[in-house]
């Protein structure tokens, strides 16, 4: 099992402005770049409130593609996925999971959304090495974390992060904007998740950094 974590950010880290615009932070190069990791893995995974939020495909989507799409998976502790969300409208065309800690949703089940019952800890969340398990036990084995702050940060926290793939475009939003990293708890630097670079690179206007867990 392989976890990669995608972060598109400001050079200060955040992901939107307070106000929540996010649109697009990295340029053309940065997105098409994120198209083609999407191809490399098994699947795309993204929280709830991202699902919500932005109402995405997940799909890849790059000048004539015709491969395999990867699945598509949201942490929806409560199954709060509409069946009118791009999602469950085209879960008979890719492969679409949502990972719950409730019974699974007739509605979502009967729109061709395979729900997967984990354990909860914490406020009703999905305990993720539960659910990295419970993925891996799909035959998916390459999973692509998209989802927001709190989805990166708790990946983080469990240490279940083996690559990281950073796009930092050249602004800065400042404090009050919306972190790329949610609240990791960390007392002590040596506590802190540590990566080394393996690779960094210019897409457009933007930079593309590699790291992989020590």
Known sequence: MTVTL???TSLD???ATASGESRWITGEPARRAVHQLRAEHDAVLVGIETALADDPELTVRL???NGRQPARVVLDSRQR???ACKLVLTAREVPTYVVA???PEPELVAAGVRVLRV???GEDRPELKTVVQALAGEGLSRIFVEGGGQVAASFLRCGLVDRLEWFRAPIVIGGEGRPGVGALAVAALV???HFA???IQSVGDDLWERYERL
Do not use: N, Q, S
């Open 81 to 83: 996925l509409t069946p």
């Open 191 to 193: 506590d802190a998740p």
């Open 119 to 121: 354990k909860a800890v």
């Open 101 to 103: 800690t409730t019974p």
């Open 63 to 65: 000048p004539g593609w």
């Open 6 to 8: 995608k972060l598109a």
């Open 197 to 199: 670079r393996v690779e």
């Open 13 to 15: 880290g955040r992901i």
